[in-house]
């Protein structure tokens, strides 16, 4: 899709498991000497940031933007919320913007439908492959709601009937 993609994991598995599914690199998440190693592993600084933790590398990866970059934030599963400062976004003409999935629904219903679409598609034609980690029978879904909420396994985990 012409994106160079680099992740952070916080494991020598999960750093794996990114390369694997197509990641072009994969940093650590040791805080010190971060930026400088994003920067490094994307060939300057990056243009999108996808966020889905919202942790203690938060205002780094923001701050490691260029110029007119966004950073998606899609959750906050890294601990207590982190703050940013304002004047952050002035210096770089950067955009932080809330990506959520429920209430794209609710308010563009009609683009909504066209994404999901075309990822519909995508998954059809072999272009999108979802990760599965683990399924479970139904029976089983307490056991599969633990597992996927102390985060022990990689990928998507599924229950089936």
């Known amino acids: 899709m012409g994106a160079r993609v680099v992740a952070a994991a916080s494991s020598e598995a999960k750093r794996d498991f990114c390369l694997g599914l197509g990641a072009d690199a994969v940093l650590d998440t040791e805080p010190e000497g971060w930026r400088e190693r994003l920067k490094a592993a994307a060939g ?7 966020d889905p933790v919202c942790g203690p590398l938060f205002e780094p990866a ?3 933007l260029g110029w007119g970059g966004r950073h998606l934030v899609m959750g906050f599963v890294g601990g207590p919320i982190p703050a940013l400062p304002s004047n ?5 003409g950067a955009a932080l913007v ?3 999935v429920r209430q794209f ?9 066209e994404h ?6 995508w998954v059809a034609e072999g272009r999108l492959k979802p990760p599965v980690g683990r399924s479970f029978a139904l029976e089983d879904f ?3 709601l633990e597992f996927a909420l102390t ?3 990689l990928g998507k985990t599924v229950v089936t009937p």
């Open 88 to 92: 952050l976004t002035l210096m770089k």
């Open 105 to 113: 629904l609710g308010f563009e219903p009609a683009r909504a439908a």
């Open 62 to 64: 923001f701050r490691s």
């Open 98 to 100: 809330g990506v959520d």
């Open 116 to 121: 999901l679409q075309t990822l519909m598609t």
């Open 142 to 144: 307490a056991a599969a």
């Open 151 to 153: 985060g022990q396994g």
């Open 44 to 50: 300057g600084q990056p243009t999108v940031i996808y």
